[in-house]
Nanobody
Framework: VLLVESGGGLVQAGGSLRLSCAAS????????MGWFHQAPGKERELIAT???????DYRGPGQGRFTISRDNAKNTVYLQMNSLRPEDTAVYLC???????????WGQGTQVTVSS
């Protein structure tokens, strides 16, 4: 499965961005999908997951501000990010797993920069 993120960029604090992750080459609707972020000098951190049926889970400081969703017909998962803060600046990556115990597939990442 190939994952390609898009939608990152530069935004002012308080603004919004919508990230997309397009999947190809596999049974997308069967994958658990997740969004991670990795700030400079920090560990990669899981921030949201969504099952094939649309059940969601959130972790970290994005709770209440970020929303993960998916469109199985378009093989795409989204991350709507609102009320962005400078500390949200990071590379955002999507990943998918066939529930093997590992994240099996990774995108290349998209940079999000939030200015104060």
């Amino acid at each position: 499965v190939l994952l390609v993120e898009s939608g990152g960029g530069l935004v002012q604090a308080g603004g919004s961005l919508r990230l997309s992750c397009a999947a190809s080459g596999g049974m997308f609707n069967l994958l658990l999908m997740g969004w991670f972020h990795q700030a400079p000098g920090k560990e990669r951190e899981l921030i949201a997951t969504i099952t094939g049926k649309g059940w969601t889970d959130y972790r970290g400081p994005g709770q209440g501000r970020f929303t993960i969703s998916r469109d199985n017909a378009k093989n795409t998962v989204y991350l709507q990010m609102n009320s962005l803060r400078p500390e949200d600046t990071a590379v955002y990556l999507c990943a998918g797993t066939e529930l093997t115990g590992e994240w099996d597939y990774w995108g290349q990442g998209t940079q999000v920069t939030v200015s104060s």
